[in-house]
């Protein structure tokens, strides 16, 4: 189940019809086992025979200037270069690397796709490489949506370019494979998880003349200290240098100065001459914040300001279910509006997104999965009603108003209310020590710590977030970390375990007929169900002694004949023992404190993020200025306000009122208690109190429809702030709450029970004063 804040990129890049596909690629194991070398990355040589020339330094004054300029106007049509596009692009041909912070709209995506053309006419200038040996732009980007977009423009525009991605067939797999191998792809687009596939990896290393330019769109996410980290992306630094990718160009809008610093570390760019930033500040936007004790106080406002306001508006809630609501109100009210959420069917977004690039007057009530890669000139609002998660979230959201230079209007509503939805996102993604325990122990279990370097161990991510309730991106950070700063293991391309298909006429007659041991086996272990088969590989396997791969090829042949239409199910994920796995108890939990350190700094991290978000809306200095100054810039000519934000218009500061107190309502709890039966993990129950999502409360559980679920989020908890109050709270809860309670003055009963620690026999420890 899809967490109910949208994810910002809508990642689906585990490639079923593609690794069906890659299995009977000839130069790819179909296991996924052994094809990886273990040598470090470093030291990696490309291994094509016809190995390309490393990327030469020129100098940038014989960069053939007129070349780039013809592409920007003959491929793109467009007049000249636009910011620091010029230079970004001349330190690209002249071979060396660089990080580009460019504003939303600022243009980054030229300073790949114009390298990416010129690479064979400076080539041919240069006398150097044949025909077809001229290599490729490798893009990761995170978002299918954005990939596709950008190719679909490409393509239009005669550029050859394509996307490795879960919506590809396998025909439109196989004839990208046709022109990497004939040397006729330009661009290539893959996501970040991508570069967990062993094949991928391979078959990356052999391009055709090579990967001339790796370009990072959305390079913040390889910050730890970013808004948006993401483990995947953690290894693309190495990716790059096992593919032997000749430079590289990290690309993002919103990096503060540490996280711009990180980029450069990750991909040894020289920050003082390969860091390319411009000014974040955009004049034509003010900044607007306006205050109300609840939403409903608010909503009045927000009507008034889209009166006021006409022009195609993009309003952000947190939660799905908000937009559906806040867009029915909109329409009860006579405006235009529609809903949008990572939760709808392909083709409803798609046509929500047409119609809103058309239109004047529409206003999309949508949760933060609406917007990157919408690039539409005219949207002349942007409202947040709830605060969103961060400021970095915040500038590139508001960033989609007025790309056409005209003034924009960014209104912000801010009441009490919202700080628990925050608080709810940020803490629901620790998990319990117990949990971090469990999966660790799992991993580190006996039969694994005995396998041999190089051997391949498999693990069900799915069954893992279920029996030790830890959400899909903390179980991924959690393999990332033992990968990355421990590198004991390491992800190589998933397996399935499990295949659908549904049979066409003649399937069975042929089945039937098929005597040889894998007809046999798969006759033998696929089952009929109401309208497909569905066959167990592994029982398969291990019953047959056969090789995964001579079936899977088997299946593939069925499935190219028309026999069968084949889909793969039940992923699990391959890690490589990359050294001597800790075994004893006491290295586990050394392992086990550590990261849960990390993963506690992350949710502390994520409070803050909310915190300064809400001090530039509620401070005394002018919301232009210190947004700027938060990415390390400044307003032009150094002034210290902008002129026209709320501060700076009225120097009043906008309060952020707080809903008043409302008595702990104990029945509410009573209910929560008898509904979540297990007693082994105190965060469980405020969670469930909350309406904090979490696999176990969702799948083992099945209590996220429970009336209880929730039932106390819009609760007082937390103002239920003395300790006698907690304290009667929980000795009110009889049994559950023994042990030593201390609570400190000011905190609230909501972090008390998040914080309690069942590991050391208290049910409901809060640690003494
Ligand atoms: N030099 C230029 N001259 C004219 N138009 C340009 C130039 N460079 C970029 N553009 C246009 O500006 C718009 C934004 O460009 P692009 O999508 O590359 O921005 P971006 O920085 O990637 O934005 P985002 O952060 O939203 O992804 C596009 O319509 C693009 O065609």
């Not at 300029?69 to 007049?79: A, D, E, I, P, V």
């Not at 806040?326 to 329409?331: G, N």
């Not at 620790?430 to 660790?440: A, D, M, T």
Request: charged fraction near 25%; hydrophobic fraction near 35%.
């Amino acid at each position: 189940m899809k967490r109910e804040e949208d994810d910002e990129f809508d990642f689906d890049s585990s490639d079923e019809a593609e690794l069906v596909a890659l299995s009977q690629s000839q130069d790819v194991n179909p296991q996924g086992t052994n094809v990886l070398s273990t040598s470090t990355p470093r030291s990696m040589k490309r291994k094509s025979s016809s190995s390309p020339p490393p990327a030469k330094r020129i100098a940038i004054e014989s960069i053939d200037w007129p070349s780039a300029t013809k592409t920007l106007q003959k491929s793109f049509g467009m007049k000249e270069f636009r910011l620091k596009q010029k230079a970004v692009i001349s330190r690209i041909l002249g071979g060396e690397s660089a990080a580009v912070v460019f504003p939303t709209g600022g243009g980054k995506s030229l300073c790949f796709q114009i390298p990416a053309l010129c690479f064979s006419e400076d080539d041919e200038r240069a006398g150097e490489r044949g025909q077809g040996e001229h290599g490729i732009t490798l893009v990761v980007s995170p978002l299918i949506a954005l990939m596709k977009d950008q190719c679909d423009a490409l393509v239009r525009r005669g550029i050859r370019a394509a996307a490795f991605d879960s919506t590809k067939t396998r025909e439109e797999y196989l004839a990208t494979c046709d022109m990497l191998k004939a040397g006729e792809l330009k661009l290539l687009y893959c996501a970040p998880e991508r570069l967990n596939n062993e094949g991928f990896i391979e078959q990356m290393k052999h391009v055709r003349g090579g990967i001339r330019l790796l370009a990072v769109d959305e390079a913040h996410c390889i910050s730890e200290w970013g808004h948006a980290f993401r483990p995947d992306y953690l290894k693309i630094a190495r990716f790059a240098q096992e593919i032997c990718a000749e430079r590289v160009v990290c690309l993002t809008a919103t990096a503060t100065p540490r996280v711009a610093s990180d980029i450069c570390k990750a991909f040894d760019i020289d920050e003082n001459v390969g860091l390319f930033r411009t000014s974040t500040y955009r004049p034509n936007l003010q900044l607007l914040a306006e205050s109300g004790k609840d939403k409903k106080e608010l909503l009045p406002k927000l009507f008034k300001f889209l009166k006021d306001n006409p022009g195609p508006t993009i309003v952000y809630v947190t939660l799905q279910k908000h937009t559906e609501d806040m867009a029915l109100e909109l329409k009860r009210q006579g405006f235009r509006a529609r809903s949008f959420h990572a939760g709808m069917d392909a083709a409803t977004k798609a046509n929500l997104q047409d119609d809103f690039m058309r239109s004047d007057d529409l206003i999309i009530v949508a949760t933060i999965a609406f917007g990157m890669g919408i690039d539409k000139a005219d949207i002349r609002n942007v409202v947040h009603f709830n605060i969103p998660q961060s400021l970095e979230s915040y500038s590139q959201e508001i960033g989609r108003a007025g790309r056409d230079g005209k003034v924009s209007k960014c209104m912000f509503y801010v009441c009490g209310e919202d700080l628990h939805l925050r608080e709810m996102f940020a803490r629901g993604d620790l998990p319990s020590k117990e949990g971090i325990r469990g999966v660790l122990q799992e991993i580190f279990s006996v039969g694994n710590t005995n396998q041999p370097i190089g051997s391949d161990l498999q693990f069900n991510h799915y069954a893992q977030e279920r029996e030790y309730d830890i959400r899909t991106t903390t179980l991924k950070n959690i393999y990332a970390q033992l990968e990355l700063t421990y590198e004991l293991i390491r992800a190589t391309t998933p397996i399935y375990t499990k295949y659908t298909w549904k049979g066409g006429p003649g399937l069975q007659a042929t089945l039937n007929k098929d005597k040889s041991p894998v007809g046999v086996a798969i006759r033998n272990h696929s089952k009929f169900g109401k309208s497909l088969y569905t066959f167990d590989m592994d029982s398969a396997i291990a019953a047959s002694g056969l090789q995964r791969g001579d079936v899977l090829k088997k299946l593939q042949n069925l499935h190219d004949d028309g026999e069968l239409e084949l889909k793969p199910a039940g992923v699990m994920n391959v890690y490589k023992v990359m050294q001597k796995l800790p075994k004893t108890a006491p290295e586990v939990e050394k392992l086990v404190g550590a990261i849960y350190d990390i993963l506690q700094k992350r949710e502390q991290e994520a409070m803050e993020r909310t915190d300064e978000m809400l001090k530039l809306i509620t401070g005394e200095a002018c919301f232009s200025r210190s947004l700027a100054q938060h990415f390390g810039d400044g307003l032009l000519d150094g002034k210290k306000e902008c002129g026209h934000c709320t501060w700076c218009m009225t120097h009043k500061a906008v309060e952020q009122e707080m809903p008043p107190p409302v008595p702990f309502n104990f029945p509410a709890w009573k209910a929560v208690l008898a509904a979540v039966e297990p007693r082994d993990d105190a965060r469980l129950i405020a969670k469930v109190a909350f309406g904090m999502s979490s696999p176990r409360i969702s799948y083992e559980l099945k209590l996220s429809r429970h009336d209880a679920f929730g039932s106390m989020a819009d609760h007082d908890f937390m103002v239920c702030k003395t300790p006698s109050s907690i304290w009667a709270i929980l000795t009110w809860s009889g049994p559950l709450a023994h042990g030593r309670i201390r609570v400190l003055q000011g905190q609230s009963i909501g972090r008390c029970i998040l914080e309690a620690y069942p590991s050391k026999g208290y049910y409901l420890e809060v640690i003494s004063t």
